[in-house]
């Protein structure tokens, strides 16, 4: 951990929520990429999510670094969604921007986000890039993920268009409240199912090209199938949640 004071003192009135679950390999480097970089956030609030690895230690030692107030939380309920709210109730500043433990944020990340802040009724959305690949696994999925090529402002949810993971997302406290926040019955999905509802209040998200976090993609084969599974359930949940009818038929470059 890098002791010492922050190289700017530009602070974005953001809480950076991240919710940790067995993070230990890449918790680490998210933080210190976080806390160095050219715009700090006013909080962190990290939520351990039942770990059984050493990622709280690690928590705990941030606690007590000096550059940006960070406050731990516990969330049992096993869960993303459940870690976020958790997460974002006890925040306090007027923006949320979600952050996930293995998601390495480039150094103008928060800026790029601050930057936009004012966009009314508008939640933002990063970019999300896959970190250098070294196996087989990560290489196939750096190259079968996939995000807009350009910046785009989406006002619908169409299970193939307009959902965007809550790996690099931000919205205000105030959307977060009217909602109820995330959906705990989506162990994956969550993030779609927000998005969904954000549109049906009548609120839009804006994809930002610039606001990059580098993703350490899953690196057995395992792993990505367990993964793939759990996306599957998802997208059927999904269907189930917010479309009364709907065909998708999907092959490779295709969607009709």
Not at 188 to 199: E, V
Not at 217 to 222: G, L
């Amino acid at each position: 951990m890098t002791a010492g004071a922050p190289k700017t003192s530009v602070v974005a009135p953001i809480s950076v929520v991240i919710p940790v679950y067995n993070a230990e390999r890449t918790l680490e480097r998210c933080l210190e990429a976080l806390l160095t970089g050219d715009c700090l956030p006013a909080e962190i609030v990290l939520v351990d999510n039942r770990s059984s690895d050493e990622g709280p230690e690690i928590m705990g030692r941030y606690a007590a670094d000096s550059r940006v107030r960070i406050r731990v939380e516990f969330e049992p309920e096993q869960g993303s969604a459940a870690a976020r709210n958790r997460g974002w109730r006890v925040a306090t500043q007027p923006w949320v921007a979600f952050l996930d433990a293995d998601c390495i944020p480039d150094p103008d990340w928060l800026r790029a986000l601050r930057d936009r802040l004012g966009s009314n009724g508008t939640a933002l959305a990063g970019d999300i890039r896959a970190r250098a690949p070294h196996s087989l696994v990560e290489k196939l999925l750096a190259i079968t993920t996939t995000q807009p090529s350009r910046e785009t402002v989406y006002r619908s949810f169409t299970l193939i268009r307009g959902g965007m993971p809550t790996g690099n997302f931000a919205l205000p406290r105030q959307m977060l409240e009217e909602l109820g926040g995330l959906d705990n019955g989506f162990l994956i999905g969550h993030d779609h199912d927000l998005c969904a509802r954000l549109y049906r209040a009548g609120y839009r998200i804006r994809f930002l090209r610039e606001a990059v976090v580098r993703h350490q993609n899953r690196a057995t084969w395992r792993g990505m199938l367990r993964q793939s599974w759990g996306y599957g359930e998802a997208h059927a949940h999904l269907l189930r949640v917010h479309f009364r009818r709907y065909w998708l038929l999907q092959i490779p470059r295709k969607c009709w």
